[in-house]
Nanobody, 114 residues
């Protein structure tokens, strides 16, 4: 059972930046997909960014040019750098990794407000 723990959420003003971290209990080297999703109040969970190992990196249209997903296999950590944050980015952010099965973290809250 892979455990994922997100961190780095919080309150930030519009235009600000945050970096989310997702720490895995096991090596992420063999994960085939690594990603971040978010769920805003009253809305469905949506993919924000994901790395399909050996293929490509995808972003939701709403975050292209502002968010960047990356990984550090030595630290078993996946990051989401979020710049130029907007109020509509307010949500609980979840990381997920796909091994033989999908694993999800419990989420970290990001609030963008002045």
């Amino acid at each position: 059972q892979v455990q994922l723990v997100e961190s780095g959420g919080g309150l930030v003003q519009p235009g600000g930046s945050l970096r989310l971290s997702c720490s895995a209990s096991e090596s992420i080297y063999s994960a085939t997909i690594m990603g971040w999703a978010r769920q805003a109040p009253g809305k469905q969970r949506e993919m924000v960014a994901q790395i399909i190992r050996g293929h490509n990196t995808n972003y939701a249209d709403s975050v292209k040019g502002r968010f960047t997903i990356s990984e550090d296999t030595a630290k078993n950590t996946v990051y989401l750098q979020m710049n130029n944050l907007k109020p509509e980015d307010t949500a609980v952010y979840y990381c997920y990794l796909q091994f033989s099965a999908p694993y999800w973290g419990k989420g970290t809250l990001v609030t963008v407000s002045s």
